[in-house]
């Protein structure tokens, strides 16, 4: 099978090591093929974080196509069918996939990404207003020193993108279904709830946290938050760890903490989701302490330039229309977004992320090329 460029580089990336947040070299691959083309490269390094900004023109509009070549660890990779960073091309029923860590998340993006800014600039090397590319390594860990510090330096040069394309995951089922024009808010606390420890036998004389803890997850699956918006899911509950008991079988627990995760729409607030989970742990007439950490708030771009002429582009390759949807794990969008760009993610089908055999569809990459080739033409 003879593979397109956008499979070869995709290929190329994946091959490489690059274990959030060491990038190892896929920048600088990707920086030769751009300023071959006259993109201008910029790499912005900050507390062992790389990231690359690559910009061809210098007028409005400002398109800025973001990524990241990080990827998560593998696990153990014995559990692979092939080595995870062979980039091996596996046949799957009969579909062509590109196998190995990264490659849909979001190496195949990235590949995409820059094939269709190479052939919109040698088609049109004169193109009115800006392309530019951002590329992080550090997108799956904390995000220091990556994008948010981008954002910064963005601000203070001046240069606003208009409109922010990325490139991760975002089909729900196949391919051209889905594009994510925001995300939800991510919100985690930890919940400590008391009883009173005791003999298993004297029950009497105890009272059991992990009884306490299972009334108040009740209470919680039966009052949700609130039933979500247009473009939001109802407000998220995840209990994701829970601890309780003394390693004994015949102690009654004193103290059972939960570890819980909330998935937040723009109806909400930080502020409001502690105040519904403390109405509903003081309704129980729960002993408990509570603490809340927020991570990142929701971004939405509810229509555009941007959503328009890339939902026309994805009908003509794929023959489907899009749902604009926010459900799904958060971007670096949410740092792009608040400078004020329209911001939108369209890449793959989502199923094989962070997984052991992470694949994408050879095919799905090159329609995706296209799609943004498309978009570009249509843009500028
Ligand atoms: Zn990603």
Same mark, same amino acid.
């Not at 109802?234 to 627990?253: C, E, L, R």
């Not at 990459?365 to 249509?378: N, P, Y």
């Given at each position: 099978m003879e593979l397109s460029a956008t499979v070869k580089l995709a290929q190329q990336l994946v091959k490489i090591e690059s274990i959030t947040p060491n990038d190892n070299g896929c920048q600088n691959l990707i920086a030769d093929i751009l300023s071959k083309l006259g993109f201008k490269i910029t790499f912005i390094k900050h507390q062992g974080v790389t990231n690359l900004l690559a910009m061809h023109g210098e007028a409005s509009p400002?398109?800025?196509?973001?990524?990241?070549?990080?990827?998560?660890?593998?696990?153990?990779?014995?559990?692979?069918?092939?080595?995870?960073?062979?980039?091996?091309i596996v046949d799957y029923e009969g579909r062509a996939y590109l196998y190995g860590r990264g490659s849909s998340d979001m190496k195949g993006g990235?590949?995409?990404?820059?094939?269709?800014?190479?052939?919109?600039v040698k088609a049109n090397p004169n193109h009115p207003g800006t392309i530019g590319l951002l590329l992080t390594s550090n997108e799956e860990g904390d995000a220091v020193g990556g994008t948010p510090y981008v954002a910064e330096y963005l601000k203070e040069k001046n240069l606003i993108p208009d409109y922010c394309l990325i490139a991760e995951c975002s089909c729900d089922e196949t391919f051209g279904d889905s594009i994510k024009n925001g995300?939800?808010?991510?919100?985690n606390a930890t919940i400590k709830i008391k009883g009173i420890q005791g003999h298993a036998a004297m029950e009497q004389h105890a009272k059991n946290a992990v009884f306490e803890a299972s009334r108040f997850i009740e209470k919680m699956l039966l009052n949700p938050i609130d039933h979500g918006t247009k473009y939001f899911p #109802?407000?998220?509950?995840?209990?994701?760890?829970?601890?309780?008991?003394?390693?004994?079988?015949?102690?009654?627990?004193g103290l059972c903490t939960l570890r819980c995760n909330?998935?937040?729409?723009?109806?909400?607030?930080?502020?409001?989701?502690?105040?519904?989970?403390?109405?509903i742990a003081d309704s129980l007439k729960l002993d408990y302490e509570a603490e809340f950490r927020a991570e990142g708030a929701p971004f939405l771009t509810e229509e555009g330039k941007l959503i328009d002429v890339l939902s026309s582009a994805i009908s003509e390759v794929t023959g489907k229309k899009p749902t604009l949807g926010?459900?799904?794990?958060?971007?670096?969008?949410?740092?792009?977004?608040?400078l004020g760009p329209q911001t939108v993610e369209f890449g793959p089908v989502a199923n094989f992320i962070h997984k052991v055999d992470e694949r994408v569809a050879?095919?799905?990459?090159?329609?995706?090329?296209?799609?943004?080739?498309?978009?570009?033409? #249509?843009?500028?």
């Open positions: 400002f398109l800025l196509f973001l990524g990241h070549t990080d990827v998560v660890p593998t696990g153990d990779e014995n559990t692979w069918q092939y080595p995870p960073f062979s980039g091996e990235d590949a995409a990404m820059v094939t269709a800014m190479c052939d919109f995300r939800r808010g991510d919100l #109802q407000t998220s509950f995840q209990v994701s760890n829970i601890h309780a008991g003394t390693g004994a079988d015949n102690v009654i627990p909330f998935r937040w729409n723009d109806l909400q607030t930080p502020e409001k989701i502690e105040q519904h989970v403390r109405a926010t459900s799904g794990g958060t971007s670096d969008g949410r740092f792009i977004r608040p050879v095919d799905e990459l090159d329609r995706l090329h296209q799609i943004f080739v498309k978009t570009l033409e #249509q843009l500028f």
